[in-house]
């Protein structure tokens, strides 16, 4: 009879052990939501818990997945048009990685290369 106790005593903790750890997940992280201006020719970008994002790299729109692991944030593909637009410079589109720091998310292109910083609205 106490064998079934015990049992029951640790399926129970289990699942303790599992609600405390995805309320510690990063569904809230510091990468979800407004970053930007939204204005003709500034970039934005919205990235959602899920790690969806769109926005505008002030001429273009794009749109796609990504994912946050730790303090990054890694773009997936995504989809963008590719018109050009005189006076702006569209350097959103080439994202690969991004960080938070405070209110600034910093985008940086493949190779850990900055291009560029987006402030939270």
Do not use: H
């Not at 015990?6 to 809230?28: K, Q």
């Not at 930007?36 to 926005?55: E, N, R």
């Not at 997936?76 to 690969?96: H, I, Q, R």
């Amino acid at each position: 009879m106490s064998t079934r106790f015990a049992r029951a005593g640790f399926a129970i903790a289990a699942v303790a052990t599992m609600i405390v750890l995805a309320g510690c997940s990063s569904s809230g992280s510091s990468f979800t939501g407004d970053w930007g201006q939204v204005a003709p020719g500034k970039p934005s970008l919205t990235i959602k818990s899920d790690g969806s994002f769109s926005g505008t790299d002030g001429c273009n729109p794009l749109k796609g997945q990504g994912s946050i692991s730790g303090d990054t944030f890694t773009f997936g593909p995504f989809a963008s048009t590719l018109k050009a637009c005189e006076g702006v410079t569209p350097w959103l589109n080439l994202a690969a990685t991004a960080k938070v720091d405070g209110n600034t998310l910093t985008v940086y292109r493949s190779g850990d290369t900055k291009i560029g910083t987006l402030q939270r609205r």
